[in-house]
Structures are given as structure tokens and as C-alpha cells.
């Protein structure tokens, strides 16, 4: 038996060229099998086909079409960011220029837990960090750190909050707030956090004053720039007044929102996003990158030395002092793929004009989305929309018909749809990230919706 060819290298380019035909064509095969957003009939028959089509994963013999076979199987059986009635959650449709840039990271395989195994890669980490760093603050000063996402940039704000500010800070939150925040204080060992309300499903300042004098200190407040249920983003500019009155730290979660800053149109909405000591960013939701690109944004730099370990074979002393980089305090992961490429080439791609675009353009659709509900006899607007998330409902429907449309059309694989429970009801949730979708996919959108509802 032949030593397979590897994806770098001499042969790297010519050993993947075919094989990037045979990959394309499964998964067009398979997208049209699925014929939809999503495949159908639920679970078990997902399953089902899947085990069918795929068979021993780990046959006594090679299989020469397993990669034919086995992507043409999941294309049938994904659910499909890129197709407009695919509009459930905070995940989008990568960018092709971004997927290509991708393969490259996945074909040269650096390592970013030295520099010997990334040479270019730690460098271009360093000047995209620092690019969207300036973003938020406004000045060549911050630094930020590529994550896998809103959780891993979350925990990384409680650590560093802890290492700053001792063990016994408390995290300050709304009920907004994403759930991977109290996890994390849990995971480090924090004291039990308190969680505020949120009337209309943002933090109310005075009761933040409030906590901040009652409880004791030090503080951790985290506001949210773009929640998950409605989109909805946090009075950052009295949130952080609130913080400097109290000499509280101030983290903002702005995973979802944080896409604002390449809008020339909207980016006033993040006013006071650089009072921030720290600042979650997410790029694979209005970024319109591949899982993952997260990031963490730092006001102060020297914030992040806690962070630094030494393991001789990776930064030795010498080595350091010769000028070689030392990238162990970059992350709390040390294996740790290149996922800076794709977005340096998105960035440079499209600029931020051209980013900023995209954002407005599902900003935009998600109000035409709001007004045609708002005009449809039989539905009901929750709110007009922030960001890019409408909720809705059929009129006088109760909550288990909304969860029963929903999962009828799951089942039947002609729309994915999230869902909310907003002022004690359930609505239907449509996160809107697809630049490509047009208003006649809105229209039947809900045309979908009022067909599936209960007389």
C-alpha cells in the first residue's frame, strides 16, 4: 500500500487539487438530495440515512471514496447557514474568499504555541489583534487574543478579572447576559454572581448602582452588546458610568453586536463600548467567518501577563532573550491552529467599508422582515428590531402551538427557526446573518409559518 500524499510540501498543491474537485462535487450532490435549509424528518431519520450512507467508519480496508461518500452524506444531512429560510441562530454563512483562506491554514497546519511552527502566522496574528484592538478602543494601544469564540472570551475576561483583582471578585450580570458568563465564575471558583433584571430584556442601571453598593467588592460588571434571545444591546454609557463611580471592572460581551464597528451607520450604537477593560468580539456571527474566530479585546495589555507560562522546549529563556517570540501567553490552548488567517484575508478583502456593508444589509433586512410581520393580519411583532433578530408569533396562538410550528418545520426540513421566551411568552426567532437573502424569502418566510399553524 502506497504512503498517502500530504496536503504541504512539494506535492501538497497537486495532491489536493483533485481531491478539491471530488469535495466541491459531493457537496453539491449533497445539497441537492437535501433540496432545503435543512434535511428531512427529524432525528432518527437523519440518523438513519447518515449511518446508511457512511457505513464502518473504520473498515479493515481503506475506502478510496470515503471522502466522496462521507462528505456527500453530511452536506445531505447539514443544515444549510447559507439558505434564507436557515435563519435560527447566531450563525452565518461563510464567506467563500474566507473558506478558501481556511483550507490554506488547514494545508500548512501552523502551530501557534512557538514561533519555530509559525513563523508568518504569530506575525499576522499580531497585526490583525491590534487592527480590530483599535477598533474598539480608538488608539494603537490595546491588544486583543484569538479565541474560539463568545465562551472561551468570556471565561478568559472572568480570569484575567480574577488575576487583576483577586479571588474574591464577584461577577455583576443581567439575566441577559449569556449563560457561558456564570459558567465561567463558576469554573473558576468565584463567588456566587448576582444577577440583576433586565426590564425589556436589558440591564437596568439602577439596579446595577444598587448592587454595586450592597455587595461586596471587587466587582466584575459584564453588559452585553447583542443578546442571543432578542439582540438587544445593554445602555453601555451609563453602565460604565455606573462602573467608574464604583471602581468596578467593566467587561462587555459584544459577540454578537461587535460586527457594528465596521458600520458607519451603526456603529453609535456602541457608545461606550471602549470603556470596556475587556471586550468579547465574534467574527464567525457578523463577521461571516468559519467556526471559529472569537476574540478578546484588552484595554491595557499588561492585563494579560497572568497569562504567561514557560515550558522550556516551546520559549526558553535563551531564546527569548535572542529575539525568537514568545506566543504561550497568547491563549490558554497551546496546540492552536492559525484561525487569524481568514479573518486577516476577509479583512483585507472587503476593508471595513466593505464588512460595514454586510452588516447593514441584514440589519436592514431584519426591519423589512419586522414590518412585513407587523403588516401580516395574523401575526405579532415582539419589537422592532435591533440588530439582525425579529421575534414573532401567530396572534393568540399559545406557546405550544409556537414550539409545535417551530418543530414541524424542523421535521419537515423547510425552515429553521429558533426560539425566545420574552415577557413570559414564546416567539419565534429569526436571526437574520445571510447577506444574500431577499425580501421575497421573507415573504415566504412567514407564508411557511401562517401554513403550519393550527386553525
Given at each position: 500500500?502506497?504512503?498517502?500524499?500530504?496536503?504541504?510540501?512539494?506535492?501538497?498543491?497537486?495532491?489536493?487539487r483533485?481531491?478539491?474537485?471530488?469535495v466541491?462535487?459531493?457537496?453539491?450532490?449533497?445539497?441537492?438530495?437535501?433540496?432545503?435549509?435543512?434535511?428531512?424528518?427529524?432525528?432518527?431519520?437523519?440518523?438513519?440515512?447518515?449511518r446508511?450512507?457512511?457505513?464502518?467508519?473504520?473498515?479493515?480496508?481503506?475506502d478510496?471514496?470515503?471522502?466522496?461518500?462521507?462528505?456527500?452524506?453530511?452536506?445531505?444531512?447539514?443544515?444549510d447557514?447559507?439558505?434564507?429560510?436557515?435563519?435560527a441562530?447566531?450563525?452565518?454563512?461563510?464567506?467563500?474568499?474566507?473558506?478558501?483562506?481556511?483550507?490554506?491554514?488547514?494545508?500548512?497546519?501552523?502551530?501557534?504555541?512557538?514561533?519555530?511552527?509559525?513563523?508568518?502566522?504569530?506575525?499576522?496574528?499580531?497585526?490583525?489583534?491590534?487592527?480590530?484592538?483599535?477598533q474598539?478602543?480608538?488608539?494603537?494601544?490595546?491588544d486583543?487574543?484569538?479565541?474560539?469564540?463568545?465562551?472561551?472570551s468570556n471565561?478568559?475576561?472572568l480570569?484575567?478579572?480574577?488575576?487583576?483583582?483577586?479571588?474574591?471578585v464577584?461577577?455583576?450580570c443581567?439575566?441577559?447576559?449569556?449563560?457561558?458568563?456564570?459558567?465561567?465564575?463558576?469554573?473558576?471558583g468565584?463567588?456566587?454572581?448576582?444577577?440583576?433584571?433586565?426590564?425589556?430584556?436589558t440591564?437596568?442601571?439602577?439596579?446595577?448602582?444598587?448592587?454595586?453598593?450592597?455587595?461586596?467588592?471587587p466587582?466584575l460588571v459584564?453588559?452585553?452588546?447583542?443578546?442571543?434571545?432578542?439582540?438587544?444591546i445593554?445602555?453601555?454609557?451609563?453602565?460604565?458610568?455606573?462602573?467608574?463611580?464604583?471602581?468596578?471592572?467593566?467587561?462587555?460581551?459584544?459577540?454578537?453586536?461587535?460586527?457594528?464597528?465596521?458600520?458607519?451607520?451603526r456603529?453609535?450604537?456602541?457608545?461606550?463600548?471602549?470603556?470596556?477593560?475587556?471586550?468579547?468580539l465574534?467574527l464567525?456571527?457578523?463577521?461571516?467567518?468559519?467556526?471559529?474566530?472569537?476574540?478578546?479585546?484588552?484595554r491595557d495589555?499588561?492585563?494579560?501577563?497572568?497569562l504567561?507560562?514557560h515550558?522550556?522546549?516551546?520559549?526558553?529563556?535563551?531564546?527569548?532573550?535572542?529575539?525568537?517570540?514568545?506566543?504561550?501567553?497568547?491563549?490558554?490552548?497551546?496546540?492552536?491552529?492559525?484561525?487569524?488567517?481568514?479573518?486577516?484575508?476577509?479583512?483585507?478583502?472587503?476593508?471595513?467599508?466593505?464588512?460595514?456593508?454586510?452588516?447593514?444589509?441584514?440589519?436592514?433586512?431584519?426591519?423589512?422582515?419586522?414590518?412585513?410581520?407587523?403588516?401580516?393580519?395574523?401575526?405579532e411583532?415582539?419589537?422592532?428590531p435591533?440588530?439582525?433578530?425579529?421575534?414573532?408569533?401567530?396572534?393568540?396562538?399559545?406557546?405550544?402551538a409556537?414550539?409545535?410550528?417551530?418543530?414541524?418545520?424542523?421535521?419537515?426540513?423547510?425552515?429553521?427557526?429558533?426560539?425566545?421566551?420574552?415577557?413570559?411568552?414564546?416567539?419565534?426567532?429569526?436571526?437574520l446573518?445571510?447577506?444574500?437573502?431577499?425580501p421575497?424569502?421573507?415573504?415566504?418566510?412567514?407564508?411557511?409559518?401562517?401554513?403550519?399553524?393550527?386553525?
Open positions: 500500500m502506497s504512503t498517502p500524499p500530504l496536503a504541504s510540501g512539494p506535492e501538497g498543491t497537486g495532491a489536493l483533485p481531491l478539491l474537485t471530488t466541491l462535487d459531493a457537496l453539491d450532490a449533497g445539497a441537492r438530495a437535501r433540496g432545503g435549509p435543512l434535511p428531512a424528518g427529524g432525528p432518527e431519520a437523519v440518523a438513519a440515512r447518515l446508511a450512507a457512511v457505513g464502518d467508519v473504520l473498515p479493515e480496508g481503506g478510496p471514496h470515503a471522502l466522496s461518500t462521507v462528505v456527500r452524506a453530511l452536506a445531505e444531512g447539514a443544515a447557514p447559507a439558505h434564507p429560510r436557515c435563519a441562530h447566531l450563525h452565518c454563512p461563510p464567506l467563500a474568499v474566507a473558506t478558501a483562506a481556511d483550507l490554506a491554514a488547514s494545508a500548512l497546519n501552523p502551530s501557534l504555541d512557538s514561533w519555530d511552527q509559525a513563523p508568518a502566522a504569530s506575525e499576522l496574528e499580531t497585526l490583525v489583534t491590534k487592527a480590530l484592538a483599535a474598539v478602543y480608538g488608539t494603537a494601544t490595546g486583543a487574543l484569538v479565541t474560539t469564540g463568545g465562551t472561551e471565561q478568559l475576561a480570569l484575567l478579572a480574577r488575576e487583576t483583582l483577586g479571588p474574591a464577584r461577577l455583576v443581567a439575566a441577559n447576559a449569556h449563560h457561558s458568563l456564570t459558567r465561567a465564575a463558576w469554573l473558576l468565584l463567588p456566587a454572581p448576582v444577577v440583576l433584571p433586565a426590564p425589556g430584556g440591564l437596568d442601571p439602577a439596579a446595577l448602582d444598587e448592587a454595586l453598593t450592597t455587595h461586596p467588592g466587582h459584564a453588559a452585553t452588546a447583542g443578546t442571543t434571545d432578542a439582540g438587544l445593554d445602555p453601555l454609557p451609563d453602565v460604565a458610568a455606573r462602573c467608574r463611580a464604583h471602581g468596578a471592572r467593566l467587561h462587555i460581551d459584544a459577540a454578537y453586536a461587535g460586527g457594528l464597528l465596521f458600520s458607519d451607520r456603529r453609535a450604537a456602541l457608545t461606550g463600548l471602549d470603556a470596556a477593560h475587556t471586550v468579547t465574534d464567525h456571527k457578523l463577521g461571516w467567518q468559519p467556526v471559529a474566530a472569537g476574540l478578546l479585546a484588552v495589555p499588561t492585563d494579560l501577563i497572568p504567561h507560562q515550558a522550556d522546549y516551546l520559549n526558553a529563556d535563551d531564546d527569548t532573550e535572542a529575539g525568537l517570540p514568545d506566543l504561550l501567553g497568547r491563549s490558554l490552548r497551546t496546540s492552536r491552529r492559525p484561525d487569524v488567517l481568514k479573518i486577516a484575508v476577509t479583512l483585507k478583502t472587503l476593508g471595513r467599508q466593505g464588512l460595514g456593508a454586510l452588516v447593514d444589509q441584514v440589519c436592514d433586512r431584519a426591519r423589512e422582515l419586522a414590518a412585513l410581520v407587523q403588516e401580516h393580519p395574523r401575526l411583532l415582539q419589537a422592532p435591533t440588530l439582525s433578530t425579529v421575534l414573532f408569533r401567530p396572534t393568540g396562538a399559545p406557546d405550544a409556537v414550539a409545535a410550528i417551530r418543530r414541524r418545520l424542523l421535521t419537515d426540513g423547510q425552515a429553521v427557526l429558533g426560539r425566545a421566551r420574552v415577557d413570559g411568552r414564546l416567539w419565534l426567532k429569526t436571526t446573518l445571510n447577506p444574500h437573502t431577499h421575497h424569502d421573507l415573504a415566504a418566510l412567514l407564508h411557511l409559518v401562517e401554513g403550519t399553524t393550527p386553525a
